[in-house]
């Protein structure tokens, strides 16, 4: 099953708002619903949001009217600013988006409705392309993880993360088809918990050996020897390696070197962010803060008490043990490694 997918003239994606509890889908027929659904986090995870995106550049070209190609492109170029600004963070949006726009700018297409299909395609080649991606980064990953290793794991990034597979819980998925014995032990990440609610769900789904800890734990169970490895996934990785991810990141990185754990990053050459030499100029999306004093509408504190709620950090690169992607496995220095990864050979 697919997170997010095409469906006879619409997009239809898993409703993860409603997970575990429910399975739930969204069908949304224009792309101000895409947009928005990516805003409220109906669809989320970098990879997920970027295919989401394309099929929204799709849906976009379907919904306007124009037979002129003029009028139709500069259409389609403010339709992908609005799809861009849904969420700053992740580079995977924008990275969607300007493939679309090159498909639309390439010339190839004589008429608007032969433009239409032409995104059409060019959004399912993005979707079936991340899962591929995601298959070969889990091969490649799966060979760092030892049979019975207890591995520690951050945020969601599944197949509800992606089109289908997932990043680091695709290095799990590859480990454990590979017939290793595994545990995973999932932070929650608060406040939004899509360890919890959407991890949980796809270790369920797999039969692979999990449980819940609080984020706080987790420096309890690598001083406690109960921790192998770290594997999380990324939202934008500057060029000279620094990662941004799911807040909380951070901290897990700094006591894996404190308790000298090897700390992956498993994310795909469209995460990495080239034009950024460093991780100090990635946006960080802050959200409203009444998902930390009001978690899922259950009031915790009083509605007046003041919240802060970033929703991702920065992981300096030499924390960073290595960073998984299609092409293989980029060591430091990363200047160097990430652009070779980038032109597709490590
Ligand atoms: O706010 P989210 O849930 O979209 O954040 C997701 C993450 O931070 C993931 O770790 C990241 O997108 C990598 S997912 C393959």
New binding site residues.
């Given amino acids: 099953m697919r997170s997010v997918a095409w469906d006879d003239g619409a997009v239809k994606m898993i409703d993860q708002r409603a997970l575990p509890w429910r399975l739930e889908f969204a069908r949304l027929e224009t792309v101000a619903q895409v947009a928005e659904s990516i805003r409220n986090?109906t669809v989320?995870?970098?990879?997920?949001?970027g295919a989401s995106a394309a099929f929204g550049m799709a849906l976009a070209a379907r919904e306007s009217a124009e037979a002129d190609m003029r009028s139709l492109l500069a259409f389609l170029e403010q339709q992908g600013e609005l799809l861009k600004t849904a969420?700053p963070?992740?580079v995977?949006l924008a990275w969607a988006v300007e493939r679309m726009l090159e498909v639309a700018h390439s010339g190839e297409c004589k008429t608007a409705d032969e433009l239409r299909e032409a995104l059409l395609l060019a959004a399912q080649q993005i979707a079936d392309d991340d899962v591929s991606i995601n298959r070969r980064m889990g091969a490649h990953g799966a060979a760092l993880v030892n049979d019975g290793a207890t591995i520690l794991h951050?945020?969601?990034?599944?197949s509800l993360?992606?089109v289908d597979y997932?990043?680091?819980?695709g290095v799990v998925r590859a480990a454990h088809e590979a017939g290793k014995r595994l545990h995973i032990l999932l932070d929650e990440?608060r406040p939004?918990l899509?360890g919890s609610r959407l991890s949980a769900w796809e270790m369920e789904e797999l039969g692979v050996s999990y449980a819940i800890i609080p984020d706080t734990a987790a420096g309890y169970y690598m001083q406690n020897g109960e921790v192998d490895m770290i594997l999380?996934?990324?939202?934008r990785i500057a060029a000279n390696g620094d990662v941004a991810?799911?807040i909380g990141?951070y901290q897990l990185a700094v006591l894996a070197a404190a308790h000298d754990l090897p700390f992956y990053c498993?994310?795909p050459t469209s995460?990495v962010d080239l034009a950024l030499p460093c991780g100090d100029e990635i946006p960080i999306?802050q959200r409203d803060s009444a998902e930390v004093t009001t978690p899922y509408g259950v009031a915790i504190v009083p509605a007046h008490y003041q919240a802060r709620n970033p929703?991702?950090d920065v992981t300096p690169h030499h924390y960073v043990t290595g960073i998984v992607t299609e092409h293989g496995i980029a060591r430091p220095p990363y200047t160097k490694s990430l652009a070779r990864a980038v032109r597709g050979k490590i």
């Fill in positions: 986090m989320r995870g970098a990879p997920a949001i969420r963070t992740a995977n951050h945020c969601n990034t599944g993360a992606c997932g990043t680091a819980l990440t939004r899509q999380v996934g990324a939202d991810n799911k990141t498993v994310a995460t999306e929703a991702f």
